[in-house]
């Protein structure tokens, strides 16, 4: 199954556990589960998983992601969400740089949806001393 861009965003029925959890958000939802995000199909996510962060339902999960106004690869049309390495072009477009992308730019900086643009290596780096 690869990568296919479409619009929609939900719970990918195979992979999506028969065995109930109570999440942090107040609902409850399978225990394990995988999101297709437009196409793009999320690793694993809840309880027991120790990647899986926040403690959230399928539902809010998505709204949370849908929060952070993930962008999409200008190139592939993948989800770039907060915090992930990009490329950048003359005219603004980002680019992924997922090893199957084929963007071939080099890194600009990581995507910050906060402030609607790409904060650059060096001034991160200033950030975080």
């Known amino acids: 199954m690869g990568f296919q861009r479409?619009?929609?965003?939900?719970?990918?029925p195979n992979f999506a556990s028969s065995e109930v959890a109570s999440y942090g958000c107040g609902h409850q939802g399978p225990s394990q589960y995988q999101l297709s995000m437009h196409g793009e199909i999320t690793r694993l996510i809840g309880r027991g998983i120790k990647e899986s962060r926040p403690d959230f339902c399928p539902e809010c999960m998505i709204n949370f992601i849908k929060a952070e106004n993930p962008r999409r690869c200008e190139n592939c049309g993948r989800?770039?969400?907060?915090?992930?390495?990009?490329?950048?072009?003359?005219?603004?477009e980002l680019s992924c740089n997922r090893f199957d992308c084929g963007c071939g730019g080099s890194l600009a900086g990581?995507?910050?949806?906060?402030?609607?643009?790409?904060?650059?290596?060096?001034?991160?780096a200033r950030l975080q001393r």
């Open 6 to 12: 479409d619009d929609t965003c939900g719970i990918v």
């Open 110 to 124: 990581v995507w910050d949806y906060r402030t609607g643009r790409v904060t650059p290596f060096p001034e991160l």
């Open 79 to 92: 989800l770039i969400l907060q915090g992930m390495p990009v490329s950048q072009n003359r005219n603004g």
